[in-house]
């Protein structure tokens, strides 16, 4: 992690220190799993002193935005996974129609994430779309369908955060991470359908491609096309899953007829 820190200027207090830290959680740049620097060093880049580091440490961690792990270090807490409840996300995970309203509220938050990136983007945000945009052809050149879909997912977080919205920000993650913590299991169902991942490897590109020319409109068309696909290729997995059960189903019958 670089100095991402900033001096403070005038009363070096704990308060202040608490504020920039808290400041960085909510920009998403200080991201959940993220170990903050050592005592020493983050005291330096405050330029304060360590018992005003250890009261501001003590308050953020009293507020639940930090945590000491064990073996030692200090990480941003996992804030994310409070906005849904466990239980939540149990039941999201066994209905469809939860599923089916999760890609259709996707739908127009992606499309207004996408307009805004092609809108605010600044030049770093741009590099950091591009890298992963690269990372992505590679992982899709090699087959390779796990590291693809885990950069999917990074990819559209990055375009949450060149929105420069907090809120957007926040509400995305939290969608995001029902996928990466496997809630919609029939998502991964699509990939093996033929075509589909030419298909949506090609509409991240066009999403990337227009926010880094910096248009808005085909930004979010981009998006919204992408999701209306993602929720018509999960409903034919589904319906083909259905049939390979059936059919499967009939000959275990006949086969002990």
Known sequence: MGDIFSRIEHSRTADEVVEQIESLILEGVLRVGDRLPGERELSRQFDVSRPILRDALKALEARGLIAARHGG?????????????????????????????????????E????????RRATEDDRA????????????????????ESAIDVEFHSA????????ILLHTLRSCYRLLSDGI?????????????????FEQHRAIHEAIAARQPALAR??????????????????????????????????SSG
């Open 73 to 109: 270090g200090t990480y941003v807490a996992d804030v994310i996974g409070q906005i849904f409840a466990p239980s939540v996300m149990e039941l999201i995970a066994s209905h469809p129609k939860a599923v089916a309203d999760y890609l259709e509220y996707r739908r127009d938050i």
């Open 221 to 254: 068309s981009a998006a919204v096309e992408h999701i209306d696909f993602v929720r018509s290729a999960m409903a034919e997995a589904e319906r083909t899953g259905d049939w390979q059960r059936v059919s499967r189903l009939r000959l275990k019958q006949r």
């Open 111 to 118: 499309g207004i994430a996408a307009e805004y990136a092609a």
């Open 128 to 147: 950091l779309l591009a890298e992963i945009m690269t990372r992505m052809a590679l992982a899709h050149q090699s087959g390779d369908a796990g590291a």
């Open 184 to 200: 919609l299991r029939n998502r991964a169902m699509i990939y093996h359908l033929p075509g589909v991942r030419e298909r949506i």
């Open 159 to 166: 375009v949450g955060e060149c929105a420069h919205n907090i």
